[in-house]
């Protein structure tokens, strides 16, 4: 069988410790960010720094505000006029970055200007829906403006590096963490990772509303055992370069400027240590020369994983691998001075590392403008904190964010001349939901309910009952009765149930997807009054609602909105906005399903109900409850069949066009995100039953038809062989169109032996 590779194709690095030390040395590429102005200037700062001025820019105590981890001493005053800090966590807020840059650049021997690094993650005072809502919106240019509006109102805050966006790709939601990133598909995963790096860093890095964005985890974060964070990533090499390494590529591709290494370890080897993925494959094969930051207490933590004896032989690993800045332990500032100056640390290894953190703050323009985000009367950062248009920007990205499960009966939208709406749930006003978790800056205050959203958007004509009926969770019934009571009285019923913001995010683990506390419950007693029930589910992760389906006529899953929740929500309730999200990720029915993703392998025996020894559950449909891509409208869409342009390709225009004609059949206007699949039919290794390859939003009005098409290339149809080679290879491919991974049309095309 004739393969075809690629000229540019690189050969993937084997990482497991045995191929790591026997593959061949790689060729390390020229940088592709720094100027000749820029290594000039860098090169005679540098001769003039001491070796202790040296392994302060590579260290980053904790400053103001800062709660990711284990309590660390604030780096002083004093250490900055001594050289020995380069950049602050956790410290925001222009009269105090500018207080402290003042000491670094007036007052320290060298002057260099300190970075200030925080954590962004969806938005800063406006904060916007989590990052796994966000994903939901299928919309690049939509979350590109999210992290654009989180990075001018940060930057105004004196921030000038974000620790965003998490790409990591999850597909276990017992992981609290899978709130932070794009769910479970590379491709989607790496669209939007390089449209949040457009969004941070704009045009240009120099200006003063840019921030430095970082890649996290890197990597396989996400595939930690067992959903637990910070445990083991036990991962092959294909897994780990098919899943979980395309966002990182992507977040470089769109000029991202730092990463930060995972706490977990892979073959072996922790991420903090690893220098076959960070040195050989990050900076050699991928020639990215930017900066790579330790988690919180990495380095430190070589220590309690066991591949270091002490603090000295952790920061020696740590920077031997390639991990430039070492966050909150202060190991290579305290305990590397000695070992550089004894020889046990190679000078060159603390050279390479300063010289990034050096180029970073050169890009950013620190050395002309150390002072960018300062005024005198703090004026820029009060126009620029929670600005109108930045609130609009935050309602249109939850609008676009939530997704419609279930609407049986067309329950929604509800008519806003309902004389009577009973709104019950602990989440209706609960405020700290609207901003959800990794809301660092954000305020509750500045947060909008539901409530108030749905007050806001009837006025006084409908009269409102409000039932908490149960705490989020609590097994306490008592509340029961009430929340019965104001349904039976009311024309309809909106319920918010879901999870406290804690139980999502860093180190916030679950062992169930179910509803927390008694909330299950709550909703079916309600549904079985009889009334109209909408659900809105506030939550960070899947849940596994299969009870409820079928029983609750209708549910919209809103995620943590953000500070404009409360008016999105009832955006969408009301009408006014056709939801048009579709699941970044899989529901499961129950925990036990989990793993589970749309683009599994088929096995050997793949699940049939008629065949007893084939791949499925007795107890579960082996199915997801909700696939991928799931999301319904207020309208309905028909596919055409589609149709590609050639039936057969050869080797020399690897080029596909692939066509569908969709029609809105319904009687509102919508929008509908067209999704794309592609299977290779038979390959030299396993592949996927499908893989995202494209999509596009587009808009219809009432019987209007669109022609949606798009283009498949190389990369589209590429696959990692058995040697580890990107190729496409010769044989049969099948192309899915539709509005979710389950519910697609097909065709059929070839790509010929020569």
């Given at each position: 069988?004739?393969?075809?590779?690629?000229?540019?194709?690189?050969?993937?690095?084997?990482?497991?410790?045995?191929?790591?030390?026997?593959?061949?040395?790689?060729?390390?590429?020229?940088?592709?960010?720094?100027?000749?102005?820029?290594?000039?200037?860098?090169?005679?700062?540098?001769?003039?720094?001491?070796?202790?001025?040296?392994?302060?820019?590579?260290?980053?105590?904790?400053?103001?505000?800062?709660?990711?981890?284990?309590?660390?001493?604030?780096?002083?005053?004093?250490?900055?006029?001594?050289?020995?800090?380069?950049?602050?966590?956790?410290?925001?807020?222009?009269?105090?970055?500018?207080?402290?840059?003042?000491?670094?650049?007036?007052?320290?021997?060298?002057?260099?200007?300190?970075?200030?690094?925080?954590?962004?993650?969806?938005?800063?005072?406006?904060?916007?829906?989590?990052?796994?809502?966000?994903?939901?919106?299928?919309?690049?240019?939509?979350?590109?403006?999210?992290?654009?509006?989180?990075?001018?109102?940060?930057?105004?805050?004196?921030?000038?590096?974000?620790?965003?966006?998490?790409?990591?790709?999850?597909?276990?939601?017992?992981?609290?963490?899978?709130?932070?990133?794009?769910?479970?598909?590379?491709?989607?995963?790496?669209?939007?990772?390089?449209?949040?790096?457009?969004?941070?860093?704009?045009?240009?890095?120099?200006?003063?509303?840019?921030?430095?964005?970082?890649?996290?985890?890197?990597?396989?974060?996400?595939?930690?055992?067992?959903?637990?964070?910070?445990?083991?990533?036990?991962?092959?090499?294909?897994?780990?370069?098919?899943?979980?390494?395309?966002?990182?590529?992507?977040?470089?591709?769109?000029?991202?400027?730092?990463?930060?290494?995972?706490?977990?370890?892979?073959?072996?080897?922790?991420?903090?240590?690893?220098?076959?993925?960070?040195?050989?494959?990050?900076?050699?094969?991928?020639?990215?020369?930017?900066?790579?930051?330790?988690?919180?207490?990495?380095?430190?933590?070589?220590?309690?994983?066991?591949?270091?004896?002490?603090?000295?032989?952790?920061?020696?690993?740590?920077?031997?691998?390639?991990?430039?800045?070492?966050?909150?332990?202060?190991?290579?500032?305290?305990?590397?001075?000695?070992?550089?100056?004894?020889?046990?640390?190679?000078?060159?290894?603390?050279?390479?590392?300063?010289?990034?953190?050096?180029?970073?703050?050169?890009?950013?323009?620190?050395?002309?403008?150390?002072?960018?985000?300062?005024?005198?009367?703090?004026?820029?950062?009060?126009?620029?904190?929670?600005?109108?248009?930045?609130?609009?920007?935050?309602?249109?990205?939850?609008?676009?964010?939530?997704?419609?499960?279930?609407?049986?009966?067309?329950?929604?939208?509800?008519?806003?001349?309902?004389?009577?709406?009973?709104?019950?749930?602990?989440?209706?006003?609960?405020?700290?939901?609207?901003?959800?978790?990794?809301?660092?800056?954000?305020?509750?205050?500045?947060?909008?309910?539901?409530?108030?959203g749905l007050k806001a958007a009837l006025g006084d004509k409908t009269r409102l009952i409000v039932a908490k009926g149960a705490d989020i969770d609590s097994q306490d019934t008592t509340g029961f009765a009430d929340a019965v009571a104001a349904a039976k009285q009311a024309d309809a019923v909106v319920m918010f149930l879901g999870e406290h913001p804690d139980m999502s995010a860093e180190a916030n683990n679950?062992?169930?997807?179910?509803?927390?506390?008694?909330?299950?419950?709550?909703?079916?007693?309600?549904?079985?009054?009889?009334?109209?029930?909408?659900?809105?589910?506030?939550?960070?992760?899947?849940?596994?609602?299969?009870?409820?389906?079928?029983?609750?006529?209708?549910?919209?899953?809103?995620?943590?909105?953000?500070?404009?929740?409360?008016?999105?929500?009832?955006?969408?309730?009301?009408?006014?906005?056709?939801?048009?999200?579709?699941?970044?990720?899989?529901?499961?029915?129950?925990?036990?399903?989990?793993?589970?993703?749309?683009?599994?392998?088929?096995?050997?025996?793949?699940?049939?109900?008629?065949?007893?020894?084939?791949?499925?559950?007795?107890?579960?449909?082996?199915?997801?409850?909700?696939?991928?891509?799931?999301?319904?409208?207020?309208?309905?869409?028909?596919?055409?069949?589609?149709?590609?342009?050639?039936?057969?390709?050869?080797?020399?225009?690897?080029?596909?066009?692939?066509?569908?004609?969709?029609?809105?059949?319904?009687?509102?206007?919508?929008?509908?995100?067209?999704?794309?699949?592609?299977?290779?039919?038979?390959?030299?290794?396993?592949?996927?039953?499908?893989?995202?390859?494209?999509?596009?939003?587009?808009?219809?009005?009432?019987?209007?038809?669109?022609?949606?098409?798009?283009?498949?290339?190389?990369?589209?149809?590429?696959?990692?062989?058995?040697?580890?080679?990107?190729?496409?290879?010769?044989?049969?491919?099948?192309?899915?169109?539709?509005?979710?991974?389950?519910?697609?049309?097909?065709?059929?095309?070839?790509?010929?032996?020569?």
């Open positions: 069988m004739t393969r075809y590779q690629h000229p540019l194709a690189p050969t993937p690095l084997r990482v497991g410790l045995l191929a790591a030390l026997l593959a061949a040395p790689v060729a390390a590429k020229p940088p592709v960010y720094a100027t000749p102005a820029e290594t000039a200037f860098v090169d005679a700062l540098m001769a003039k720094m001491t070796v202790e001025e040296k392994l302060g820019q590579l260290n980053q105590p904790p400053g103001v505000g800062n709660n990711t981890g284990p309590a660390a001493m604030a780096g002083n005053e004093d250490q900055i006029r001594r050289g020995e800090i380069g950049s602050y966590l956790g410290t925001q807020g222009a009269a105090l970055t500018c207080r402290l840059q003042k000491i670094a650049v007036e007052e320290s021997r060298l002057g260099i200007p300190l970075l200030f690094g925080y954590d962004v993650i969806h938005g800063h005072r406006t904060v916007f829906p989590v990052p796994l809502a966000e994903s939901s919106s299928f919309d690049p240019d939509e979350v590109q403006h999210a992290a654009r509006v989180a990075a001018v109102e940060a930057a105004a805050h004196g921030i000038h590096w974000t620790y965003a966006p998490m790409v990591d790709i999850a597909r276990d939601p017992r992981w609290g963490r899978v709130v932070e990133g794009a769910g479970e598909d590379p491709y989607l995963g790496s669209v939007l990772a390089a449209a949040r790096v457009r969004g941070f860093q704009g045009d240009d890095l120099r200006k003063p509303d840019a921030v430095l964005a970082t890649a996290k985890h890197f990597v396989a974060y996400g595939a930690a055992e067992a959903g637990r964070d910070y445990n083991v990533a036990d991962i092959s090499e294909r897994t780990l370069h098919e899943v979980y390494l395309p966002p990182f590529k992507a977040a470089i591709d769109a000029g991202a400027q730092s990463i930060m290494a995972s706490f977990n370890e892979i073959a072996g080897v922790p991420m903090h240590a690893h220098r076959p993925l960070i040195q050989d494959l990050l900076r050699k094969e991928w020639g990215w020369d930017g900066l790579l930051v330790s988690d919180y207490t990495g380095v430190m933590e070589l220590m309690p994983h066991g591949v270091a004896a002490n603090r000295e032989q952790a920061g020696a690993l740590g920077l031997r691998a390639g991990v430039d800045v070492d966050m909150v332990s202060q190991i290579y500032v305290k305990d590397l001075p000695a070992a550089v100056k004894a020889g046990r640390v190679p000078m060159a290894e603390v050279d390479a590392s300063v010289r990034r953190v050096l180029n970073a703050k050169y890009r950013l323009g620190l050395f002309d403008d150390p002072y960018r985000s300062c005024t005198p009367d703090g004026a820029r950062e009060r126009a620029l904190t929670l600005a109108p248009e930045h609130r609009a920007a935050a309602r249109r990205m939850a609008q676009k964010s939530m997704v419609l499960l279930e609407n049986e009966g067309d329950v929604l939208p509800l008519s806003k001349s309902v004389r009577t709406l009973a709104v019950i749930g602990p989440l209706a006003d609960h405020r700290r939901a609207m901003l959800g978790n990794w809301a660092v800056a954000g305020r509750e205050e500045d947060a909008i309910t539901p409530l108030e679950r062992t169930s997807l179910d509803l927390p506390g008694a909330q299950e419950q709550l909703a079916l007693a309600v549904a079985a009054t009889g009334k109209p029930v909408a659900l809105v589910l506030l939550n960070g992760r899947p849940l596994s609602i299969s009870r409820l389906k079928g029983k609750v006529p209708a549910i919209l899953e809103a995620w943590f909105p953000g500070v404009e929740g409360g008016p999105a929500i009832a955006d969408v309730l009301f009408g006014d906005v056709n939801p048009s999200a579709k699941l970044p990720v899989t529901f499961p029915h129950n925990v036990g399903q989990v793993p589970i993703y749309y683009a599994h392998k088929n096995t050997g025996r793949p699940p049939s109900e008629q065949e007893k020894y084939t791949s499925k559950y007795l107890d579960v449909p082996w199915t997801p409850l909700y696939a991928f891509g799931h999301g319904l409208s207020y309208t309905t869409f028909r596919y055409d069949a589609p149709v590609v342009s050639k039936k057969t390709l050869v080797p020399s225009a690897l080029q596909q066009q692939v066509s569908v004609r969709v029609t809105n059949t319904g009687k509102r206007a919508g929008e509908e995100v067209v999704q794309l699949y592609v299977r290779d039919d038979v390959a030299s290794v396993t592949r996927p039953v499908k893989q995202l390859r494209g999509f596009q939003r587009v808009a219809l009005q009432p019987g209007e038809s669109k022609v949606v098409t798009f283009p498949l290339g190389f990369d589209d149809l590429a696959m990692l062989d058995d040697r580890m080679q990107r190729v496409v290879e010769p044989g049969t491919f099948t192309v899915f169109v539709g509005g979710s991974s389950d519910r697609t049309r097909e065709v059929g095309f070839e790509v010929a032996d020569r």
